[in-house]
């Protein structure tokens, strides 16, 4: 589908063992039985919206979804035409949206030195743009969380520092002002810790989540980008200073040391994060939000493929932690 203009929007307001592993045999993943809304960001198994969802409904019997982009176009881009039909797609499959995955303070910070971990044209459809945008941005994401029924919008902090000392305390008061905007029209703003911007860590989501006391402000926590930054052990040893009162949302994707030396992502089920303890810490800790798989890792053929490999070893670790 092609979008017509952003002005006519904001007017309008895997291999054969994983296929295996990926067959409806737990009907308890679309059951109460579990604590948590286990999920899959849509475009890490189709740029085709309606087979993302027939696959993460009718694969992975799940109830919830992510959505980040779909037929090429970044969620914050989408046009009326497009959320209408994604909107009937969700209704054919009886999905639920967990959160607008929007791209919101991917940017530079004004007046401070040029990040290099600037995006590299990785932004998943969306193109970068100034921080005098990122208003509109979120003004848009509400919206979109609106027409997707969900009370959760996705954001960053900004493009890393190598120093964030001078700027901290004003990117933490962006970061206050635009939660409180969310709060004021029912919506929350999540903040994922992301491996190229400021708050990449679980140390740092502790700091920035203790700075920033307002309730319209949780945590996206992803343990595998606070691995990417450096920081392997992220859990279980940076997870106890997280407030786990804030925690609202959590990405599941692995990491591990590649030959060569460097991180590397990895398949859920192998790498730095036990997901199983993970998700029984989650659990334990009254955590009941959605767990959504974003697999990044790309060893099989396709992005489907390798995400049908990271479902079986996520579902394994749900099942093990007793959360499927």
Not at 117 to 135: I, N, P
Request: hydrophobic residues 40%; charged residues 25%.
């Amino acid at each position: 589908m092609r979008g017509i203009s952003r002005r006519g929007f904001v007017a309008a307001a895997g291999t054969a063992a994983a296929a295996c592993a990926t067959r409806p045999l737990f009907s308890m993943a679309k059951s109460s039985q579990s604590p948590f809304r286990i999920s899959v960001i849509n475009d890490e198994i189709s740029p085709d919206f309606d087979h993302a969802c027939y696959v993460a409904s009718h694969d992975f019997e799940m109830q919830w979804i992510e959505v980040r982009s779909m037929w090429g176009t970044n969620v914050s881009e989408l046009s009326q035409a497009q959320i209408d039909e994604s909107n009937k797609i969700l209704d054919k499959y009886k999905l639920q949206v967990t959160d607008i995955a929007s791209p919101l303070f991917k940017t530079d910070w004004p007046g401070a030195p040029r990040s290099p971990y600037g995006s590299k044209g990785d932004m998943h459809g969306a193109a970068e743009v100034t921080f005098k945008k990122q208003d509109e941005i979120l003004e848009r994401s509400i919206a979109l969380a609106k027409a997707f029924k969900t009370d959760k919008v996705r954001c960053f902090d900004f493009w890393r520092l190598e120093d964030v000392t001078l700027y901290r305390a004003a990117i933490d008061e962006k970061l206050r002002s635009a939660a409180e905007v969310c709060g004021k029209q029912g919506i929350q703003l999540v903040l994922e810790n992301e491996f190229a911007c400021n708050t990449a860590t679980g140390r740092e989501a502790a700091r920035t989540m203790n700075a920033i006391k307002t309730p319209h402000l949780a945590l996206n926590w992803d343990p595998g980008n606070a691995v990417m930054r450096g920081e392997l052990d992220a859990f279980p040893v940076a997870w106890q200073s997280i407030p786990k009162d804030r925690i609202h949302h959590c990405h599941v994707k692995n990491a591990v040391k590649g030959v060569d030396g460097k991180i590397e992502w990895a398949p859920v089920d192998k790498g730095f994060i036990d997901w199983a303890a993970q998700f029984r810490a989650l659990k334990d800790a009254g955590f009941r939000e959605a767990v959504s798989l974003e697999t990044h890792w790309h060893g099989e053929a396709t992005p489907e493929a390798s995400t049908r490999v990271s479902w079986a070893g996520m579902k394994h670790a749900l099942e093990g932690a007793g959360t499927l």
